[in-house]
């Protein structure tokens, strides 16, 4: 049912966002990037996203390891996956709007940092997994293996305030000061959520399906 | 509960156990040193600054990647030293054994860990002074405190190193694997060890380090009590 209504919600709420951004939002000051500062209406989300589908695939790592309960290994790929989808997306538009705002397309700043870190954790799953067969070993590797990413992204939070800043670049707090900013923002929020619910739910579908094959086609 | 050892006991044969296979393989432990030091070498080489003391920094201070150098390096011989430690295991299903045994799979875990750990801090002490000569250090007092602090750190590399080795134990691409998995995991420890090492090599007392310090000990005591609770989740077969 969850996944109906998030369905429901993403096909109606995905359009009505992206729409707000080209036409509802206002073009920004110049100096944050005038039109290119409607990016942020997909990094932030997409960061958001990313944080709640990797804590997704903490809790289902979790309960995989108590339970042994193939559906819950089917929700740890599923979210790492929809996970990657958005810290990549994240990885990628913050570059694209820091040009024209900053010059540079990398500076080592924390937020980058801390993404960029993750991405690598989690496509070291991915890697993992595909490195091996079907089976309950895959299975207790990956959600072990999801557990101890999940516990080092606080540590990592930490440790990339320690790398010396090129220049603190990156806006902590976004200025929304101008009309209709926040409502996009929030309805891009709403959007992504309920995207990111449809999307690990189809895949964990079609994961628990696999792994049915796969058990059939062992016995 | 099972009848099988104390938890002391089996940490304690486990530990003996790894040392004895290293002490005994022949020149394994010479294989992460000397790759240890090629790390060290060919970075030297590649980057533009030398041993020497040139106009922009004082005599005996190293250049500016120098630290990142050399924790770069201990950090692949970590890779190759649980990728060892687990290999001698699966070539001789030690692994299923060790999953068998009544003995509790955290002391498994930390008597491996201590025997990487151990390993580990023998390289540093060849490896560092190594550096030192290299880079162009000139040891003084800092040489205490920066000494407990590497061993801070090389417990928590050692810590993922083992549970991450255990993860990959068997696999046909394990060679691959367990440093892709490795480096992303290590890199808060290794960014505070080489932020740490510039401090503490600059003669700045312990106590400046301030939050390189917490990053430190998070990563160690997040990492050491996940992975012996995990440890058992891994070492059993399929």
């Not at chain 1, 895959?138 to 305030?161: D, E, H, K, T």
């Not at chain 1, 010396?164 to 000061?177: E, M, R, T």
């Not at chain 2, 070498?41 to 990647?65: C, E, K, Q, S, Y």
């Not at chain 2, 740490?196 to 050491?224: E, I, Y």
Request: glycine share 10%.
């Amino acid at each position: 049912m969850l996944d109906g209504l998030a369905l429901v919600g993403a096909v109606v709420l995905v359009p009505m966002a992206l729409g707000m951004v080209a036409w509802v939002a206002p073009v920004a000051q110049p100096e944050i990037g005038g039109v290119a500062q409607k990016i942020f209406y997909a990094h932030v989300p997409s960061a958001i996203t990313a944080f709640l589908a990797f804590g997704t695939a903490l809790v289902a790592g979790v309960a995989y390891l108590r339970t042994r309960a193939e559906r819950w290994d089917a929700l740890g790929v599923a979210s790492i996956e929809v996970g990657m989808l958005f810290c990549t997306l994240v990885v990628c538009t913050g570059p694209i709007w820091a040009k024209p705002v900053w010059g540079v397309y990398w500076n080592p700043e924390p937020r980058l940092l801390s993404f960029a870190v993750m991405w690598f954790t989690y496509a070291g799953y991915l890697i993992l997994r595909g490195a091996m067969d079907a089976g309950a070993r895959r299975a207790a590797v990956g959600a072990a293996y999801a557990v101890v990413a999940s516990i080092n992204v606080p540590i990592v939070y930490l440790a990339v305030r320690l790398v010396p800043p090129g220049s603190q670049l990156h806006p902590v707090k976004a200025d929304l000061a101008a009309p209709w900013m926040r409502p996009t923002l929030y309805a891009m929020f709403a959007a992504f959520g309920a995207l990111m619910v449809t999307l690990i739910s189809v895949r964990a579908r079609l994961e628990r399906a696999r792994l049915a094959l796969a058990c059939q086609a062992r016995l | 509960m099972s009848a099988g050892p104390g938890f002391l006991r089996a940490l304690g044969l486990v530990l003996r156990k790894d040392l004895r296979v290293e002490a005994r393989s022949r020149g394994a432990a010479t294989t992460m040193l000397v790759f240890a030091l090629l790390v060290l070498f060919t970075f030297a080489l590649a980057m533009p600054t030398g041993a020497t003391a040139t106009a922009d920094r004082p005599p005996g201070t190293m250049p500016p990647h120098a630290a990142g150098v050399l924790w770069v390096a201990i950090l692949f011989a970590a890779v190759i030293g649980a990728s060892r430690a687990y290999a001698v295991e699966t070539a001789s299903g030690g692994l299923d054994g060790l999953a068998l045994s009544p003995a509790d799979p955290a002391a498994v875990y930390l008597g491996k860990l201590l025997a990487l750990g151990l390993e580990l801090v023998l390289l540093a002490v060849v490896i560092v002074p190594a550096a030192f000569v290299l880079f162009g250090h000139a040891p003084g007092s800092e040489l205490a405190p920066f000494a407990l602090f590497a061993g801070l750190g090389i417990v928590g590399i050692a810590a993922v190193a083992c549970l991450l080795g255990a993860l990959t134990a068997g696999l046909a691409g394990r060679d691959f694997v367990l440093p892709l998995l490795l480096l992303p995991i290590a890199l808060p420890q290794l960014v505070a060890l080489v932020r740490g090492t510039d401090m503490l090599l600059a003669g700045r007392p312990l106590a400046d380090l301030g939050d390189t310090l917490v990053v430190v000990a998070a990563f160690d005591l997040a990492h050491l009590a996940a992975s012996a609770v995990l440890f058992e989740f891994v070492v059993g077969g399929d």
